[in-house]
């Protein structure tokens, strides 16, 4: 047996490993004093290239600022801010500036269901109706089987990133009108069959946790989680940030240029995207979980667990397969030997060893947190710029710093080469499409015909109306979803959202009825690299008819 699959089965078998076939014993546990050379050894490894890692990143990437986290053996190795926290102005980033973590927020809201289930308040495999008797997906069946485990592990048939448009950009849907859309959202595929990574049922994970407690998500994040672990800075809400000045602003691009811009709250989306946090905090975050859920000893000298050290092996235990697909050459030692999901966290390996990980990204932020049990290495990346090349370059190159210090790869080199590359590609081929279209053709209906209301099952209405000579759509539920149309060709249009730094412009194509009336209208996103919960693609508006005077 490899050191994989070694790795593999000692991470998610528990009991079933007692059945299988005898695992070489690893290796005694070193004295005190060579695991303290060794710790300190990878702490120097890292902090000898670290600011260089970073500030080449920034540069490399266009990001304004960064926060690093790293813990090793329960210590923290480094809790530092590089750049700054808003370009153009002088605040720079430190161990206490604040950042949304997004995604990030999943495995708090997973750990606070594990420590439901430590309680005997709920059990993995209940049924979701046991505990919200009004939740209802698409399918009645899917609707009778869906479990609490089956609300963390995206395989639910929901495409990737179905319904995101319910809560991102901001909407003024509450939590609740969200979880009650589900019933409407056709599924992508069967049930349990395939992987794809959606945020809805996080959502419902979410109102569990809140309806156990009888307090909100947020409070009982606080009081359950950050408040024991000594997270005393780290925020549920955007609300909460008010008055410190020490908090990072949103960065995007505009027209391939870095711009300030404003955050996006999610009140609505809290038990999928709703912690805001910093380098210190997220340090002790990264601790307890290395640690299986241990805190550390209480004033009584008891041992203080937000969770059992059955639940920590729940979480990182693989629940979904994902599909391995193969990297760039360039980035070939990069590709992973098993890919999967637990529970709140994303599993694989690196260079032999488990990686229990996650991304996050929400408009103008994207973090990363990288947890290696095996050495009980802990990384966390905040950015405040929406670059997946910066994190993937960081996480990789402070990896090998930590864990093969002798590779000599530049990661961060390879990374931006491929990036660039692939960028190039998108440009040209958005080119090519422009050139190709039918230009000189036009509209089967005048400009007003396409004037109304139109209503999807899920999200709900979207307007065209001209307003001061231009024609413009706009979505009902999403105040800053609204821009102008623009003809492309035969009775498809581009919508130019006004928020540029949305990055999101999409094709808005309308198909006819025999008499010449508008059947239905539907949206897809121009760019590939448009962020997936845009899912425009997964609207099928109809219009509304007028009622009778």
């Not at 448009?165 to 939590?175: A, D, E, K, V």
């Not at 925020?235 to 960065?251: I, K, M, Q, R």
């Amino acid at each position: 047996m490899n050191r994989i699959a070694a790795a593999i089965l000692l991470a998610f078998s528990g009991a079933a490993l007692a059945q299988a076939p005898a695992v070489p014993a690893a290796p005694a546990a070193p004295p005190a004093s060579t695991a303290s050379a060794a710790a300190f050894d990878a702490a120097a490894a890292l902090n000898a290239h670290l600011a260089d890692d970073v500030e080449r990143t920034m540069k490399s990437f266009d990001v304004p600022g960064i926060a690093i986290a790293v813990v090793k053996d329960g210590k923290v190795v480094a809790t530092q801010g590089f750049g700054v926290r808003k370009l153009g102005a002088p605040g720079k980033v430190d161990g206490k500036t604040l950042f949304e973590i997004a995604s990030n927020s999943k495995a708090f809201t997973a750990a606070a269901l594990a420590m439901l289930v430590d309680e005997g308040k709920l059990a993995w495999d209940d049924p979701v109706t046991k505990h919200l008797p009004d939740f209802q997906m698409y399918d009645a069946y899917v609707t009778h089987e869906m479990t609490v485990r089956d609300l963390l592990t995206h395989r639910s048939g929901l495409g990737l990133g179905a319904g995101d448009l319910l809560w991102w950009p901001t909407t003024n849907f509450s939590t609740d009108e969200i979880i009650h859309k589900l019933r409407y959202i056709r599924p992508a595929t069967s049930f349990r069959s395939s992987y794809a990574y959606d945020n809805l049922l996080y959502i419902v994970a979410g109102k569990i946790v809140a309806s156990k407690s009888g307090k909100t998500w947020g409070e009982t994040i606080h009081e359950r989680i950050l408040a024991p672990v000594g997270m005393a800075s780290t925020t549920t809400s955007l609300l909460e940030n008010a008055g410190n000045p020490d908090v990072a602003n949103a960065h995007s691009k505009i027209n391939d240029r870095i711009a300030a811009v404003k955050a996006m709250p999610v009140p609505n989306a809290v038990g999928a995207v709703g912690i805001n946090t910093n380098a210190e905090d997220i340090a002790r975050w990264m601790n307890v979980l290395l640690a299986g859920g241990r805190v550390g000893m209480g004033a009584d000298g008891k041992e203080v667990r937000l969770f059992s050290a059955k639940q920590a092996r729940e979480m990182w235990t693989a629940q979904t397969p994902m599909r391995i697909s193969e990297p760039d050459p360039r980035l070939a030692g990069t590709r992973p030997n098993f890919l999967a999901y637990g529970l709140g966290f994303q599993l694989r390996d690196w260079q032999g060893r488990l990686l229990a990980m996650h991304s996050g990204a929400l408009q103008g932020f994207y973090s990363k947190v990288l947890l290696v049990p095996e050495a009980k290495i802990g990384i966390a990346i905040l950015t405040n710029a929406e670059s997946g090349g910066a994190l993937n370059a960081l996480q990789y190159q402070l990896l090998d710093r930590m864990l093969n210090p002798a590779a000599g790869t530049d990661w961060i080199g390879a990374v931006k080469a491929v990036e660039d590359e692939k960028h190039a590609k998108e440009l040209a081929r958005l080119g090519t499409a422009g050139a190709a279209r039918a230009a000189k053709s036009q509209p089967s209906l005048a400009r007003t015909a396409y004037d109304g209301d139109y209503q999807d099952p899920w999200y709900g209405i979207a307007t065209i109306r001209h307003v001061g000579g231009k024609q413009v759509l706009t979505l009902s539920r999403t105040p800053d979803l609204t821009g102008e149309l623009e003809h492309y060709q035969h009775d498809t249009f581009i919508v130019r959202w006004k928020e540029r730094n949305f990055n999101a412009d999409a094709y808005v194509t309308f198909a006819l009825n025999p008499d010449g009336s508008i059947e239905r209208m539907k949206m897809q996103p121009i760019s590939t690299e448009t962020d997936f919960s845009y899912d425009f693609q997964d609207l099928n508006f109809t219009p509304v008819k007028k009622k009778s005077p």
